[in-house]
């Protein structure tokens, strides 16, 4: 039988922390600038002609989402893995039906896998 070490299973929640505070924070303040990409390009053409707005105007509105969601990760990880980890499905789900960006689907779904499990480890050692 394999027991858990603390420190372990402490060191592990932190860096997974520490990843799903930086990343969505990054991501979303660069939906204001567009210097890791062009995100209005992922953006499901079938979802433009519903906005209220330009798809750039959206894209700065999930980006201040995000950077919400990664400073609610910052102060109650089981929450805020919890958050993200739907947000990040909920992304793959628009990729996949889409019928684009496949690859970055993959991406996001193991990111959200990554950022439940977050939760549950800050859940597991009281975090």
């Known amino acids: 039988m394999v027991t858990a070490n603390s420190n372990s ?3 592990v929640f932190n860096l997974l922390k520490f990843t ?24 499901n053409p ?7 707005f330009s798809p750039h105007i ?21 929450i805020g893995g919890l958050i993200v980890a739907a947000w990040l499905t909920l992304i793959a789900i628009t990729l ?16 959200a896998i990554g950022a439940f499990s977050m939760s549950r480890l800050a859940t597991f ?3």
């Open 58 to 78: 959206f894209m700065m509105i999930v980006g201040v989402i995000e950077i919400v969601a990664g400073v609610i990760v910052l102060i109650k990880p089981q």
């Open 96 to 111: 996949i039906t889409s019928g684009r960006y496949f690859d970055i689907a993959v991406r996001d779904l193991t990111m």
């Open 20 to 43: 799903y505070v930086i990343v969505p924070i990054v991501a979303g303040l660069d939906k204001f600038t567009n210097i890791l990409t062009t995100w209005e390009n992922y953006l």
């Open 46 to 52: 079938s979802l433009e002609p519903m906005l209220p």
């Open 9 to 11: 299973l402490r060191s």
């Open 125 to 127: 050692i009281k975090a």
